[in-house]
């Protein structure tokens, strides 16, 4: 068994200060033995849970701090550790991908207790995303201060993995991003990377090449090829035989890269982005001698598929009526309990130079939380006159889990047309 240098540490640490928890919470499940197997299966939940619950801490990410622009909502969500409850949809997936990983010939370490707080360096520099890149920008990312934020992608780690030594390691996790509104958007979701790198010794006639000259190589085509049939074996193994296409796409810290989507009940859906890692992001992390795959993908994403789960608030429910449908190891339909009805409220308002429309839907999340269901922008038109634009958007206000009165809703609308106009320098019309 194979476990990473910060679990080794961890589990001293642990066990120092508590003698139940010996079990790292990042563990390879490659070639256990038995033994270990029914020993981690003991301890996983408790030291899986300890884990995050240290990230479950609203004031690490709250700070006075002039660059923070992370909301208390948003701060609330951090260290769920949805991934790793056994029983909940995004669990039982990162599960079932990890089995297939597992499968493989190759012994990948599993990650998934890494702090949501990462520097630009990890989540940016170290990926060739320039600080121009609009990924960066305060209207997208969640910032604690102005070098540290919650991390966007799980490929944040990848350099930190890269550089401790590992060769082959699926990371899952929680990430941030400030979004549209809507049920398949939200600020919070989980992502799974994998990344593979090949022995030395096949890539031996690639040695010393670079750009064009790489991606070019019989080499380099070979990782692309393995990634594809990996990535396809992954698919078939979550789907059943499916439907899949190919295209080019782009991410700076992978050349050549890819989309996968695959055909579901008609339709094509992106399921993943990958590429073969830049020789850059390599040699940034001390691995310059080495080449290989990486990919990432949305793991809500795949259990809305799955699962038959209509909204990705539900996700974050504590309701029982969506808990109680769902057991480890089963992939099974979700059957949406009774649906309560929307309320529709629209805003107008006359926006300023510079307005910013993610502060404007987190505004509203801050102020009416998940009853907020979407956010569409229905109208909008500029006076030349006035020289001003306009905007109108359509808000539909809806609980999952009750029924909603419209005087309630009203207040909520209320207090967001008053905070607009006095935080976003709108004016409401
Ligand atoms: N990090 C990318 C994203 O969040 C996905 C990705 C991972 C792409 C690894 C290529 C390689 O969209």
Redesign the pocket.
């Known amino acids: 068994m194979k476990i990473s240098t910060t679990a080794t540490l961890s589990i001293l640490a642990l066990a120092t200060t508590c003698q139940s928890w010996s079990t790292p919470h990042t563990t390879a499940f490659k070639t256990r033995s038995s033994s270990v197997v029914s020993r981690s299966t003991a301890l996983f939940s408790a030291v899986e849970e300890s884990a995050a619950a240290t990230y479950a801490d609203p004031s690490r990410y709250l700070s006075d701090h002039p660059n923070n622009n992370v909301p208390p909502h948003i701060a609330a969500l951090v260290g769920k550790g949805l991934h790793t409850k056994p029983d909940h949809p995004i669990g039982i997936i990162r599960k079932k991908i990890q089995e297939y990983f597992a499968s493989l010939p190759q012994d990948y370490i599993i990650y998934d207790a890494e702090d949501p707080i990462v520097t630009t360096q990890q989540c940016f520099d170290a990926l060739r995303i320039n600080p121009d890149h609009p990924g960066r920008s305060p209207s997208d990312t969640y910032y604690i201060s102005d070098t540290t934020l919650l991390r966007t ?1 799980t ?1 944040a780690h990848q350099s930190e993995h890269l550089r401790s030594g590992a060769d082959c390691f699926l990371c899952a996790g929680d990430v941030y991003r400030r979004d549209e509104i809507d049920s398949s958007h939200y600020p919070a979701f989980h ?1 799974l ?1 994998g990344v593979r790198l090949f022995p030395e010794d096949e890539m031996k006639g690639a040695d010393g090449l670079k750009g064009e000259e790489w991606t070019a190589s019989p080499e380099c085509k070979a990782i692309g090829e393995d990634l594809k049939s990996t990535l396809e074996g992954l698919m078939d193994t979550l789907f059943g035989e499916t439907e899949k296409r190919w295209s080019e796409d782009y ?1 700076p ?2 050349t050549p ?1 890819y989309e996968l989507e695959i055909m579901y009940q008609g339709e094509w859906l992106e399921v993943l ?3 073969v890692v830049h020789e850059e992001v390599l040699d940034m992390a001390d691995r310059g001698d080495r080449r290989g795959w ?3 993908l949305g793991l809500e994403r795949l259990c809305m598929i799955l699962f038959e789960i209509p909204d990705i608030r539900l996700f974050w429910t504590e309701d029982e009526r969506f808990h109680s449908q769902f057991k480890a190891g089963s992939i099974t339909k979700f059957n949406s309990y009774s649906k309560y009805p929307p309320v529709y409220k629209d805003i107008a308002f006359w926006i300023p130079e510079g307005f910013v429309e993610n502060d404007f839907f987190e505004m509203a999340r801050g102020i009416a939380g998940d009853i907020v269901e979407r956010m569409e922008l229905i109208d909008e038109f500029t006076n030349p006159k006035k020289g001003k634009t306009s905007k109108c958007y359509r808000i539909t206000y809806r609980s999952m889990d009750r029924s909603l009165t419209n005087e309630e809703v009203d207040a909520l609308q209320d207090e967001l047309r008053d905070s607009a106009g006095e935080d976003l320098g709108v004016e409401v019309r």
């Open positions: 992608h490929s992502q990377e991410f810290f992978t890269s982005g990958c590429g990486a990919f990432g």
